[in-house]
Every structure is written in C-alpha cells, then in structure tokens.
C-alpha cells in the first residue's frame, strides 16, 4: 500500500471505516464529517456554526454563489423521529427564509440525514417536494449516508485518507478479519445503542445497565426468546474475546444477520423504565 495510490483493498478498508464513523456519529458529530467532505467537495461551501443566541439561524452550510443550503439532521435513530424530522424540515426552512433569502436567496435546499443507511424516511420526501412546489426552489432533496459515502469517494486518494484517517497496510487474509470484524462491531454497537435507549432503570438512568440485565429483561418481557438470549451470550463472549485481543475469531455472517434481527425487534417494542 506504498504511495497515495489505493488498490481494491484499501478502498475497501477505508469503506469499512467511513462505515463505522457513520454509525458512530451523532450531532455535532456527524455535522462536522458532511462539513469537511463538503469542503473538499465544493470549495466554495461554508459551514455555519451556531453563535451566542443567534444560533446558526437554521442554516448549517452552504455555497453561497450557488444559493444551495444544507440542514443537518443526525439523531441516535431517525426512524424513530419521523415526526421530529418532518418539523424540523418546515421550521428550519421558515427560519432560513426569514433570515438569509434576502442576504442569499434560496435556490436549493437539502436536508442532510444520517440514517446509517436505512434509507430516509418518505414524509421527509414529500415535506421537501411541498417546499419546493410552494417557493419555487430549483431543487430540494433528502441527502443520507451513501451520498455522503458517494462524494467522498468521487474525490482524490489523499482526501479520502485526511477523513477515513490511517489505513493499515494488510494482505487479503488480514483484509478479511477487518472486514467482518467491523462488520460485527456495527452491529454489535447498534445493538447496545437500542437495547440501553429502550431498556433503563428509573433510578440510576445515568447508569448503564450490564447487557446480561438487559437481556434478562428483554426476555421477562417476551420481547426475545430464551434462544435469543443464549445467542446474545455467545455473541457477547465472541465480542469480548476480541476486543481484548484474546481471539481472532469473527462471527459468522448468517450469526451478525440474526443480531440485527434482534435488535430490530427490540426497537419494535417500545421503551421499559425499570423501578
């Protein structure tokens, strides 16, 4: 992997690793990786950062000779904030008409979600169609996780790197390990992101809750099965194994599709509050 070059596997490492910053970024988090991909993109973008009481008056970037705006939307898991993301849409747009359409005047507008590539939502869809309809807009659109991934990926091999970070220079065999490693560990991260939003105790709700307290719960519950619970035990000793380094051994595919099934029926089930 010498020089600014990537080959297949690199491409591969470093789509893997966009993957994870993604599932891992929330708020200002995520607002910042659009922004430098953005950057790098369009060099005439601008990011807004809120100031004082002022705020960023509903508008986080923007091209200002293209008169294309940008909203940033990165919640722990949008499907859950449908209604929350629809208001947004129109409120952020009135508080940008008020404010920059007489400084900039709005031609396009894009509300930036980062649905960890879920795909959006199709209210957001015909929130933005209506606006565009009622302002004239040239164009408006929800912009998810693969079209960030596709713009960071249309740029050079240096500016790839400068936001993936540090590629490991490693042979196909090792290429393989990282893959399904990081793989399980996306999976295995929105599985605890779920499980501890929708199972909390009322009077330590700062304190997280052991995954063993957790399942035992989901199952009192008849959320899980018994045999999701002793899936979960053994999907946890393989998680633990590795990250201490004690083993290399990854999870099967068909193992990591049954903890994302899990975990869409726990998010299914709605939020416990233990007393």
């Known amino acids: ?22 599932y891992e970024s929330d708020g200002v988090r995520f607002e910042d990786l659009f922004s430098k991909i953005m950057y790098y993109k369009s060099p005439g973008f601008q990011q807004v950062k809120p100031h ?27 499907s859950n904030n449908v209604l ?10 009135q508080g940008l008409m008020e404010y920059w359409h007489d400084i900039c005047p709005i031609k396009k507008y894009y509300f930036v979600l980062n649905d960890k590539y879920k795909g959006s939502l199709p209210q957001l869809h015909k929130e933005l169609i209506n606006l565009q ?26 500016m790839i790197r400068s936001v993936v970070g540090h590629l490991p220079d490693i042979d196909h065999e090792e290429y ?30 700062n304190r997280p809750l052991f995954i063993g307290r957790i399942v035992d719960v989901l199952v009192q519950n008849k ?3 018994t045999q999701d619970a002793a899936f979960i035990k053994h999907i946890t000793q393989i998680r ?36």
């Open 1 to 22: 992997m010498q020089g600014l070059t990537m080959d297949d596997i690199s491409l591969s490492i470093a789509r893997n690793m966009f993957h994870l910053q993604v």
């Open 223 to 225: 959320i899980i099965s």
């Open 52 to 78: 004082g009481n002022v705020g960023d008056r509903k508008n986080d970037g923007f091209i200002k000779d293209e008169g294309v705006y940008y909203q940033v939307y990165a919640p722990e898991d949008a």
């Open 240 to 275: 633990n194994r590795l990250v201490h380094g004690v083993s290399m051994i990854v999870p099967k595919k068909s193992e990591i599709d049954v903890l994302i099934l899990i975990t869409e029926r726990v998010k299914l089930a709605g939020v416990y509050r233990l007393e």
């Open 176 to 205: 393989m390990f990282v893959s399904g490693f990081t793989c399980f560990i996306s999976a295995w991260i929105n599985f605890e992101k779920v499980a501890r939003y929708n199972i909390c105790s009322v009077k330590e709700p």
């Open 133 to 158: 309809r009622n302002f004239n807009l040239i164009d408006t659109g929800v912009f998810v996780a693969k079209d960030l991934e596709r713009d960071l990926f249309n740029l050079p091999d240096d």
């Open 84 to 93: 929350t993301a629809v208001n947004k849409i129109k409120d952020d747009f």
